[in-house]
């Protein structure tokens, strides 16, 4: 895995650990920088906009993202705050946080249930889920952007899968996350 200190990193407090890096400035003219991509709840009530590729793209295995999503993980793409923005159906938004103790707000549709962001406080940046993703579209086709492609396992030993992919799993999190940066092998789950 390659780490690079980006300026987007550290505007995140963070080292940005995507896969081959984060580019903060488009060197080659490709267009997709600076483009707007969107997310939405299934009903399509709520829709997020996000300015630019993610910072980071993580599938995370704690147990509030498997409840909370009633699923085995969550895979989560980290953008700067001012990057994630509400642009249809505010008002149908609700927000969970496990009666004020977790360090996330989870912002979901009142109407579907949809997950459309989540406010990462102790990171100081918004995550938006890869699957609600629907430009680039993760949905009909079923094919992940490799912009979008998750870069890491987090929270790996409080899940439930193994995963058999190359990237590298983490007991909690990185050490640019604030974690102890403690791998732990693929089939750790047996
Ligand atoms: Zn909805
Ligand atoms: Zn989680």
Request: aromatic share 12%; proline share 5%.
């Given at each position: 895995m390659q780490r690079i200190t980006s300026r987007i990193g550290s505007r995140l407090g963070a080292t940005a650990f995507r896969k081959g890096g984060y580019a903060p400035a488009c060197q080659v003219g490709c267009g997709r920088c600076f483009a707007t991509y969107k997310a939405g709840c299934h009903c399509g009530s709520v829709e997020v906009s996000c300015e630019g590729k993610p910072a980071w793209s993580a599938i995370c295995h704690c147990s509030i993202c498997r409840r909370t999503h009633s699923a085995p993980y969550a895979e989560l793409l980290g953008y700067p705050v001012d990057k994630?923005?509400?642009t249809k159906g505010e008002a149908n938004l609700s927000m969970y946080n496990v009666d004020g103790k977790s360090k996330e707000d989870r912002y979901?549709?009142?109407?579907?249930?949809?997950?459309?962001?989540?406010?990462?406080?102790?990171?100081?940046?918004?995550?938006?889920?890869?699957q609600n993703m629907t430009t680039p579209n993760h949905g009909a086709d079923g094919k992940i952007d490799p912009d979008f492609a998750p870069s890491c396992h987090i929270f790996y030993t409080s899940g439930?899968?193994?995963?058999?992919?190359?990237?590298?799993?983490?007991?909690?999190?990185?050490?640019?996350f604030g974690g102890d940066g403690k791998e732990v092998a693929n089939d750790y789950h047996k």
């Open positions: 994630v923005s509400v979901f549709c009142k109407k579907c249930g949809g997950k459309c962001y989540s406010m990462l406080n102790h990171l100081g940046c918004k995550a938006v889920f890869l439930t899968v193994n995963f058999h992919d190359k990237l590298p799993k983490f007991e909690t999190l990185p050490e640019a």
